[in-house]
């Protein structure tokens, strides 16, 4: 991707239109500057868009500039030492509020990692370089000057751009000791923007990674679980293997979900994974999820629930292998490791807060319906297809209850990451079980909608003579296979099915 300056140049001289209470400031504080700082100086360098408006405001005091802010729109000051702002303007009604900062100097009391650990000031007069200097990576410390739109680079976050490098503003030990969370955070970068680190960034990095979990005195981690959460599972979601071989390669799992490093070496049938391990059969599954094929078959975004639903599907493998040689078993397997890995899922799930995501987000992890999804995954290599009840396949694929389609997404992915020593084989359950689907949705598109039931329990007791009980699940589990199949639409039906069937027996 090229790197420009001409895309930020045209989005800073539109942001005033769009953000109208800078005009309105710029006439009431002619001698103030202001800056567009963070994330959002980078993506524009990239060409891309951003929704980020976060200011730095030079040369107004704390108190007039909350003043006209108040006058403006919606107003909250964030701590009376960080001299931050959050905004939101009354013309220009926003998803979220903007940042608007004062210069401000950072210094660690603790060099123990903390985030919070930080004695924060703020100085109106602070030149902008200085509050740049604080910032963790030279690609994230650049500022862009609103009044002479000049670009403000004092660590050479542009060249670093250009060679889509990560490097720290300093040297890297003071910058991650200052705050753990930096490693993660730079592991999120290289994953979400396809980076590399500088040499010395990453030594650095990997030598400091075990301070994820460092604890307080009073027993709480220096970072938070949930800070950790929201740095693994935006990094995966961005880019799933590269994601996973930074996370691995950087120490990172090893520290925080070793479970995982227990799939290196751990052996799978040759017939049916000639692709490899455990391991190699889930990073092939997670590029699954990158590739073309995927695309075409699943057309929405990725969110969390499938890229971990695909990192944690055989994590119980390693637990729960046999063996010719140790178990006597016919070929290696692993007996229940769907069901177990389920309980693993939600082991992992609270101990590192993966659910921090508020809901909705496509980063949000449903721990109930993760642990279903990998307790579900083998539901098709466990009969014949053409053999397995419609309504069976209607509760797992098309109930509004299951996260039904995703399920379908692991299944692809398993599948054409397991590769038999047959090619024929490959992926031939998901294109089954697809066909299987298609035809009871056009029986629904055919009535407009998935069919009610028939029949309730009460009608059953009552046409049957019977009383409550086992029999009346198995009479509706008949009626609903035969509606989904076509057989019967109406009520009438279901009655006339049901007292043939009684007849016959």
Not at 199 to 210: A, D, Q, R
Not at 421 to 447: D, F, P, T
Not at 478 to 495: F, P, S
């Amino acid at each position: 991707m090229a790197i420009s300056t001409d895309y930020l140049w045209r989005a800073l001289s539109g942001i005033q239109p769009r953000l109208p209470f800078l005009s309105d400031f710029f006439r009431e504080f002619p001698q103030a500057e202001v800056y567009w700082v963070g994330g959002a100086v980078r993506d524009l360098l990239w060409g891309r868009e951003t929704k980020d408006y976060d200011f730095l405001i030079r040369g107004v005091s704390a108190r007039d500039l909350g003043n006209f802010l108040r006058k403006q729109g919606k107003v909250s000051w964030v701590g009376k030492s960080f001299g931050v702002y959050k905004f939101i303007p009354h013309l220009t009604p926003l998803a979220e509020a903007i940042d608007i900062a004062l210069p401000r100097t950072e210094s660690s009391f603790s060099q123990s990692g903390g985030y919070r650990d930080f004695s924060i000031v703020s100085d109106p007069m602070l030149p902008v370089e200085e509050d740049l200097k604080r910032r963790d990576f030279t690609i994230n410390a650049m500022a862009a000057d609103l009044k002479r739109q000049r670009l403000i680079d004092p660590f050479q976050g542009m060249r670093d751009l250009k060679a889509r490098r990560i490097r720290t503003v300093g040297e890297p030990a003071l910058r991650f000791s200052e705050d753990s969370s930096r490693l993660l955070r730079g592991l999120r970068f290289a994953a979400q923007f396809d980076l590399t680190f500088e040499k010395k960034t990453w030594s650095v990095l990997k030598s400091l990674i075990g301070g994820l979990n460092a604890l307080r005195e009073d027993g709480g981690f220096v970072v938070p679980r949930e800070t950790i959460a929201k740095e693994f599972v935006k990094a995966m979601v961005s880019h799933p293997v590269r994601a996973f071989d930074l996370w691995d390669t950087s120490g990172a799992f090893a520290q925080l979900i070793p479970e995982l490093l227990a799939m290196k070496a751990c052996p799978q049938p040759k017939n049916y994974h000639s692709e490899g391990d455990v391991w190699t059969h889930t990073r092939l599954a997670l590029s699954q999820l990158l590739s073309p094929e995927f695309k075409k078959e699943f057309p929405e975004d990725l969110d969390a629930q499938i890229v971990l639903a695909v990192l944690f599907h055989d994590i119980a493998k390693p637990v729960t292998i046999e063996t010719p040689e140790k178990d006597g078993t016919d070929r290696i397997r692993f007996h229940q490791h769907d069901r177990i890995g389920a309980k693993m899922i939600r082991k992992i799930v609270n101990k590192l807060k993966l659910s921090s995501y508020a809901k909705g987000s496509r980063y949000y992890v449903d721990e109930d319906r993760l642990a279903w999804l990998v307790e579900k995954h083998l539901i098709l290599v466990q009969g014949e297809i053409d053999q397995m009840r419609a309504a069976t396949i209607e509760r797992h694929f098309l109930s509004p209850k299951r996260p039904g389609r995703k399920l379908l997404q692991l299944i692809y992915c398993d599948g054409m990451a397991s590769v038999p020593e047959n090619s024929k084989g490959h992926c031939l359950h998901y294109w089954a079980v697809k066909q299987r689907i298609q035809k009871i949705e056009a029986l629904a598109a055919e009535q407009a909608k998935i069919p009610a039931p028939l029949l309730n329990g009460r009608d059953i007791m009552k046409t049957a003579g019977i009383a409550s009980g086992p029999k009346v699940g198995q009479y509706l589990g008949l009626i609903r296979e035969a509606q989904l199949n076509g057989e019967l639409r109406t009520r009438d039906d279901a009655l006339t099915f049901i007292k043939k069937h009684l007849e016959n027996n």
